[in-house]
């Protein structure tokens, strides 16, 4: 028998893999159990935090409302939005430059995260399962919080000049994508900037690619598109075994929105 050499690498397909197993789930083929694009295609499993990123880096996400049984799914189209191609709109721009608001990253996730559960909510996922935006409830937030802990989510804070939050969002990076989970605001406009200030640190941090899940009139007005889920699926297995810049709570200074437009708005702490 051959000995291990210790200096190797694993490769990319060994990561994938290895996230695609860290779950106690075998989660099927989006495609070959759904073939007609319908979208749903697990039941059941649970929200533990490998279940979790086992499902994420398959394509799946959950969906479901409070006291029902966990669905996992996979859509076809996919809306997606590339950090690189986002252009903000002129009027945000001309806002941003006359506001005295900060974003921060990973300083407020279970703020964040409820402030999203509240009907006043927008952004990533608007098109609910039956009864108003009861998908983020309790067993989601409870789940979401210990991925945050874990490393794997993330949210994206927007602070006024009086230091309340008025603006966020929420989501996972695995390699060099983000899962956008969802956004909310309570001033006019913040949570596009939140949406700037991700696309820029994706930018920054070479993440190529955001997934928004379901397309939404929102989220095309900010510059997504759509894209079939076979080239989603295709696309996947490289950007989540890729090389990537950790985004921890200390790692970001607060950044003024002002800044937004700068080369590298965004300053990494080492």
């Not at 669905?71 to 996919?78: F, K, Q, Y």
């Not at 608001?101 to 996730?109: G, R």
């Not at 941090?205 to 397309?215: F, G, H, K, M, W």
Request: some cysteine; hydrophobic content about 40%.
């Amino acid at each position: 028998m051959g000995h291990a050499d210790n200096n190797a690498h694993p490769t990319s397909e060994h990561v994938t893999n290895a996230l695609k197993n860290l779950g106690c789930y075998d989660f099927p083929n989006p495609i070959a159990v759904d073939p007609d694009g319908i979208g749903i295609i697990a039941v059941g499993a649970d929200l533990a935090p490998e279940t979790l990123i086992s499902a994420y880096a398959r394509g799946l996400f959950p969906w479901f409302n409070e006291d029902e049984p966990i669905a996992w799914w996979c859509p076809d189209p996919r809306c997606v939005i590339v950090p690189t191609a986002y252009q903000p709109s002129k009027s945000l721009r001309k806002q941003a430059k006359r506001e005295r608001w900060q974003l921060t990253v990973n300083q407020a996730f279970d703020e964040v995260i409820q402030a999203c559960s509240l009907p006043r909510c927008d952004g990533f996922n608007d098109q609910q399962p039956e009864g108003e935006h009861t998908w983020i409830h309790a067993e989601m937030i409870e789940a979401y919080n210990q991925l945050h802990d874990y490393g794997f989510a993330h949210s994206i804070e927007v602070w006024d000049a009086d230091r309340q939050l008025i603006g966020g969002l929420y989501g996972l990076k695995i390699g060099n994508i983000y899962f956008g989970e969802s956004m909310f605001h309570t001033a006019s406009n913040a949570s596009k900037i939140a949406f700037w200030g991700l696309m820029r640190l994706c930018e920054q941090s070479e993440v190529a690619l955001v997934d928004c899940q379901l397309s939404n009139d929102h989220l095309l007005s900010l510059g997504a598109k759509t894209m079939t889920r076979k080239d989603f699926l295709t696309q996947l297995d490289d950007l989540i075994a890729s090389p990537s810049v950790k985004w921890q709570r200390s790692s970001h200074k607060p950044l003024a929105v002002t800044q937004l437009d700068t080369a590298t708005p965004w300053q990494l702490q080492d």
